[in-house]
């Protein structure tokens, strides 16, 4: 079965500050794997997504993400943060063939001026 | 082309009545999927279906939950009796086949009283 941990549920720093969102995954088999956010009382919006092509993703608002399948990771990082990038954001694994999203627990974001 | 389109964005319901969530899908798209978040948790999958059928109803609880998807109109997941544990927010999903892209609507989300 896939799982997704999110490490550390809330994350703060400064504006200008470098972002890291950590996500490990656990999969029999390389999967495809997903970055969302969530501002408040909103849906999910997909940030970036890896589906095996170049290990390293961008996605929107500047962000991007890794994958190591040494590391079974897929950190999500910006270099700058911004005020609006407070939100929550969730990693989630879908088998490559297959529908189900597996989401972490997620991380919220606070960014402080 | 609208987005995924779910209604109503809000849902009070008394315990023991029932709810009734609507997903209308993308223009095209003929999979849908629910997805149920409960307070400070990640999205959890409940049901995977195509038009009029089921496909995989693995995250569904056993007992008051049923979904449907039928010819014409949207998707229903519908909840009798509900209790306070049901109060979470319900996403829909949706994607235009298997093992494609799934985009979110903004969810509604249901309070028991």
């Known amino acids: 079965a896939q799982s997704v941990t999110q490490l550390g549920s809330h994350v703060s720093v400064s504006e200008g500050a470098l972002v890291l969102l950590r996500c490990n995954y656990s999969?029999?088999?390389?999967?495809?794997l997903f970055w969302y956010v969530q501002y408040p009382n909103q849906g999910l919006q997909l940030l970036l997504k890896?589906?095996?092509?170049?290990?390293l993703v961008k996605g929107i608002n500047g962000f991007e993400a890794e994958f190591k399948k040494s590391e079974t990771s897929f950190h999500l990082t910006k270099p700058s943060a911004h005020m609006s990038d407070a939100a929550e954001y969730f990693c989630?694994?879908?088998?490559?063939?297959?529908?189900?999203?597996?989401f972490g627990a997620g991380t919220i974001l606070r960014v402080k001026s | 082309n609208a987005g995924v389109m779910q209604n109503p964005r809000h849902l009070v319901r008394r315990r023991g009545q029932e709810a009734r969530l609507r997903c209308s899908p993308m223009?095209?798209?003929?999979?849908v999927y629910w997805y149920r978040q409960l307070p400070e948790e990640g999205l959890k999958f409940m049901v995977y279906?195509?038009?009029?059928?089921?496909?995989?109803e693995s995250g569904m609880p056993k007992e008051r939950f049923s979904a449907e998807f039928p010819k014409e109109g949207p998707s229903i997941l519908r909840i009798q009796q509900v209790v306070r544990g049901d109060s979470a927010a319900y996403f829909c999903?949706?994607?235009?086949?298997?093992?494609?892209?799934?985009?979110f609507g903004q969810g509604t989300r249901l309070t028991v009283v």
């Open positions: 999903a949706s994607s235009p086949g298997p093992n494609t892209e799934a985009f």
């Open positions: 223009k095209g798209h003929s999979h």
């Open positions: 999969s029999s088999v390389p999967p495809y």
């Open positions: 989630a694994v879908r088998p490559r063939y297959g529908n189900k999203l597996v």
């Open positions: 279906l195509q038009k009029e059928n089921i496909i995989d």
């Open positions: 890896y589906t095996s092509a170049a290990t």
